[in-house]
């Protein structure tokens, strides 16, 4: 998806950006009740503004009704904001006063000066901003600009919650707000592509179905009706502090922090700090109703996460899980043929490893390194490729870094590549390649169907061709496969393609064919 920011933004990222404007998660549901503030280990804590309506000409922005005053609210509450050291915060739109006039953002830029300098300010915009005199003034934007077509929408990827604010203004100073078809496009996208975390959305607009409300409400929440992570939605517009609920997703209604519609409501912001399972959110009256002023609402949700795992089948059938992405390296081959193991395993108390270059029965005690890795260096080995694995508190697993499997008939292990010098005979090299058939018959002796495979010289049918068969055998608990994957260690048993095609290149073009042999465990090969 172009122009569409991935990169996670770290904690020290997120402090120094002084900059202003702007295993799968599965949710099953979301509840209120009141509490009190709980500090988290992992806490993203960001101070809720919105409806400022902020004017260059004081006079002018101040509401005629109830004697407010934004532009002294502002400076008050920003005050405030900054002994509180937040992580960030977020304005959900109506920044400015009626028209958005560029006296406007110029004057809100001053007075968000002070929170700039110990925060990033990432500002939405409302139907009484103006797109392009916003941008005019706030040049740059903290968090991530997506790549919405005549839309100002930010992105802020957090290591355990991912927010996102979206752009609902319409007309200038007209009360109704739309998402439109690319904005709804894009979080479609992006909702698809952003399952692991739960996601927090804030537009400005109110999401019922009136004239003065977000027009496509209805499909923003038919947008999110199939992605479960999305957890809650913050929003304005109506002068009101409210918290309810729709299809399981929690909706949050701001208070102003310009002027109420009525006498009942707050004036003032929200202090909130989200957790994986929640967030406090802490209502700051500075004038209008107070009766609420730093009373605590936790809205909490539960949720599933689903971890993809590689299933480690073992002799001890025990179950490993591999982490998504682990910038662990295992094995490291080194150039004197030394060769270091690692593996990564935070609750154990003993590990260790066997490879076949081992006396059968021994082990190599492996040493706990920081951030839980294990690991210990082996060599020289001969060249070729050797079979490994390791035993975690008494359970046998391959290597769950190494894509390279060695498949066995019960187990598996892994592969180390040793290369030689000069190069083994069946190590990559530039020269004319065969082909590898694989063809399958049934056996008389054991009763199953067997594949054998036959190797064809890349210029074998334009000379005179002497046709014969070789047999490959193999100890009772592997398989066909994994011998044919299986890189000569020992050239008179074992032969692959790449052998084959180098030998072919020096001397008599043949074509070969063998065949997987199971043997007894003394080594006698059931014949067919």
């Known amino acids: 998806m172009p122009g569409l920011y991935h990169q996670p933004i770290r904690r020290r990222e997120f402090l120094k950006t002084s900059l202003l404007a702007g295993v799968t998660v ?35 922005a101040k509401d ?19 002994t509180r050291s937040p992580r960030g915060v977020v304005l959900n739109g109506d920044a400015a006063s009626r028209e958005g006039l560029v006296a406007d953002y110029q004057e809100l830029k001053i007075l968000l000066e002070p929170l700039s300098r110990v925060a990033p300010v990432y500002i939405g915009l409302g139907n009484h901003d103006h797109r392009e005199n916003f941008q005019q003034v706030f040049t740059s934007a903290p968090g991530l600009k997506a790549d919405v077509r005549n839309h ?7 290591s355990f919650l991912h927010f996102i604010v979206l752009d609902s203004l319409f007309y200038v100073n007209k009360s109704e707000g739309l998402l439109g078809a690319h904005q709804r496009w894009w979080l479609t996208e992006y909702l698809k592509t952003h399952t692991d975390k739960p996601i927090v959305l804030f537009v400005h607009h109110t999401l019922g179905d009136g004239d003065g409300d977000l027009l496509d409400a209805d499909r923003l929440f038919g947008i999110i009706r199939p992605h479960r992570q999305v957890k809650a939605i913050f929003y ?26 009525s006498k009942d409501q707050p004036v003032g912001w929200v202090d909130a700090r989200f957790r994986r399972n929640g967030v406090d959110l802490t209502l700051n009256a500075i004038a209008g109703n107070r009766a609420q002023d730093r009373q605590t609402n936790r809205v909490t949700w539960t949720y599933t996460v689903k ?52 006396i059968p029965e021994t082990k190599q005690n492996m040493t706990r390194g920081e951030q839980s890795v294990w690991s210990t260096t082996v060599g020289p080995l001969e060249p070729g490729l050797a079979i490994y694995s390791f035993t975690i508190d008494g359970v046998t697993t391959p290597d769950p870094v190494n894509p ?14 040793v290369p030689g ?11 004319p390649h065969g082909t590898v058939e694989v063809n399958w018959a049934k056996s008389k002796v054991t009763g199953d169907t067997r594949a054998y495979h036959a190797y064809i010289p890349p210029v074998y049918a334009l000379s005179g061709v ?42 008599p073009r043949v074509a070969i064919q063998w065949t997987a042999i199971k043997q007894h465990g003394d080594g006698r090969a059931l014949p067919d």
């Open 307 to 358: 971890i993809f795992v590689l299933l480690l089948l073992t002799s001890g059938a025990a179950l490993a899980q591999t982490p998504r992405i682990d910038p662990l390296v295992s094995p490291e081959v080194q150039s004197d043929r030394r060769v270091t193991f690692r593996v990564r395993a935070t609750n154990a108390t003993e590990v260790s490893l066997f490879g076949d270059w081992m």
């Open 64 to 82: 005629p009704r109830g004697g407010f005053d934004p532009w002294e609210n502002l400076h008050r509450v920003a005050a405030d904001i900054v």
């Open 236 to 261: 304005g517009h109506s002068h009101m502090w409210d918290i309810s609920e729709r299809q399981g997703v929690k909706l949050i209604n701001l208070p102003a922090l310009g002027y109420n519609f």
């Open 466 to 507: 002497v046709s014969f068969a070789r047999q490959q055998r193999h100890g009772v608990r592997l398989d066909g496969r994994g011998q044919s994957q299986l890189h000569p260690r020992q050239p008179d048993r074992r032969e692959t393609r790449g052998a084959h095609d180098h030998r072919d290149a020096m001397g």
């Open 26 to 60: 599965v949710v099953h549901g979301c509840r209120t009740s009141p509490g009190a503030s709980s500090s988290a280990e992992n806490e993203i804590h960001l101070a809720l503004l919105s409806d400022t309506h902020i004017g260059g000409d004081r006079e002018r």
């Open 421 to 431: 010098s000069p190069p083994e005979l069946w190590e990559a090299r530039d020269v």
């Open 404 to 417: 390279r499997i060695k498949l066995r008939a019960r187990t598996s292990a892994s592969l180390v590549d």
């Open 152 to 158: 100002h929408v930010l992105v802020i990827e957090e």
